[in-house]
Nanobody, 116 residues
Framework: QVQLVESGGALVQPGGSLRLSCVAS????????MSWYRQAPGEERELVAR????????IYPDSVKGRFTISRDNVKNTVYLQMNSVRSEDTAVYYC?????????WGQGTQVTVSS
């Protein structure tokens, strides 16, 4: 069993930066691929970034590529999402996800609002 707790969501101005954190409890954190997803009102949940177990492989959709960076610390059981040059369309609830084989775990989400 893995429990995920996100933090760092806030109100930020367009063009600003924000860092989200997700701390995992339980064992074998390093064996999970970790992802950030987001869901805006009325929209489907979408993948924002994924990092595999050693951190050497990362995936981003075109919408955030070059602006967002995912990283992980397997000693601290934490995954981060550095968000730079944020836009109004980045406004959403951001969720942390851990998956391994067919097992998925989700955090409760943290709100990011981009507005002037």
């Amino acid at each position: 069993q893995v429990q995920l707790v996100e933090s760092g969501g806030a109100l930020v101005q367009p063009g600003g930066s924000l860092r989200l954190s997700c701390v995992a409890s339980g064992s074998a954190f390093s064996s999970y691929a970790m992802s950030w997803y987001r869901q805006a009102p009325g929209e489907e949940r979408e993948l924002v970034a994924r990092i595999y177990t050693t951190g050497s492989t990362v995936i981003y959709p075109d919408s955030v590529k070059g602006r967002f960076t995912i990283s992980r610390d397997n000693v601290k059981n934490t995954v981060y999402l550095q968000m730079n040059s944020v836009r109004s369309e980045d406004t959403a609830v951001y969720y942390c996800n851990a998956f391994r084989y067919t097992t998925n775990y989700w955090g409760q989400g943290t709100q990011v609002t981009v507005s002037s």
